[in-house]
């Protein structure tokens, strides 16, 4: 290949990787009316996750875990008291009425929150988890097949997801 | 040997919309859990559950249709880091729910060998039964569900092991209880 040709593939490349990253980031109006409310409720911004969008350019490809598609948002600095899941949940019920509470795991310092909603014909899930200070705010639309490890295991996969979610 | 034991129809998650009450004694014992988990389904959460259950097993077919014709379903859970840490006695306001002419106990198995206990309550309306509450009680860990609406308890069982429900393994008995 000669070097024009790489210089075309790398251009293309680019192009489709930041028209991609603009129209997931203009799919997710709801999410960010989300995280507006946390961030107003708790005077506080997401911390910015660079390259965030090609998280869910490879979600698209490869639908790990059922995922079809995945909204992140990381607060840090929140009072580490009690009453902060309490503000936290009332924050993600006031963007989003439709969000129905379906788990909520609640350890010693942690809790995770899982709400479900219905968007055309999949399953969204939001999954919020706070402990000492710091808040992750995950949206996740799932595919049939992981609703139904979600219905199967409530806790397990609150659990797990948790887990996974402190190496985002 | 195990104390298979509580199994309560209990109606936990949202405190307004369920039919038996947690009291205010169990809720003191979620600051002595190492965890707490509430599992809520309520009818617009089932319906749409229903929708995401396959129809190709038969197992989560037949969840399917049982949850078809449920109103609501609450577990709650609490895990313990030591045995000790909640007396049998903290029950006592919930059991006082579960009680005649509504409700009637239909299974109490206690396992010695295990300290697991668990008992089946069903709630009757006009001859059809209405609701189902189940209490598990183990040495380190409390489990409390609320089934609400139509459901036969024989297909309890199928409901075990979804939803957060423990696997439940019924047998019907005429007595208050059984030892094993």
Known sequence: MGKTNKMKSVLIIAIVWMLSSAALEAAQPEFDDLVRAISDEFHTRPMHIPFFGLVNLATFVARPGGVKHINLALFENLPADDRS???????????????????????????????????GNDCKLLVATIETGEATVVELKLNPKAVQVWLREPEKSALHHHDRGEAY | MIRIAFIV???????????IKLTAKLDRLAAKATEVVDVTMDANLLQLASRFLSDKSADESNVKKLVAGLKGLYVKSFEFEKPGEYQDSDLDSLRAQLHAPAWSRIVGVRS????????????????????????????????????????????????????????IEIRKESGHGKDE
Request: aromatic share 6%; charged share 25%.
């Open chain 1, 85 to 119: 899941i309490r503000r936290l949940s009332d924050a993600l019920r006031s963007a989003n009425r439709n969000w129905r509470p379906f788990v909520q795991v609640q350890g010693k310092g942690e809790t995770v929150e899982v709400y479900m909603a219905q968007e």
């Open chain 2, 9 to 19: 129809w209990i109606a936990l998650a949202p405190l307004g919309a369920q039919e």
């Open chain 2, 112 to 167: 010695r060998k295990s300290g697991e206990n668990s008992e089946v309550y069903v709630k009757t309306e006009g001859g059809k039964i209405d609701g189902l509450a189940i209490l598990v009680t183990e040495p380190k860990e409390l489990t409390i569900v609320s089934i609400e609406g139509s459901i036969d308890p024989d297909q309890l069982s199928q409901l075990g092991g979804n939803f957060g429900i423990p696997k």
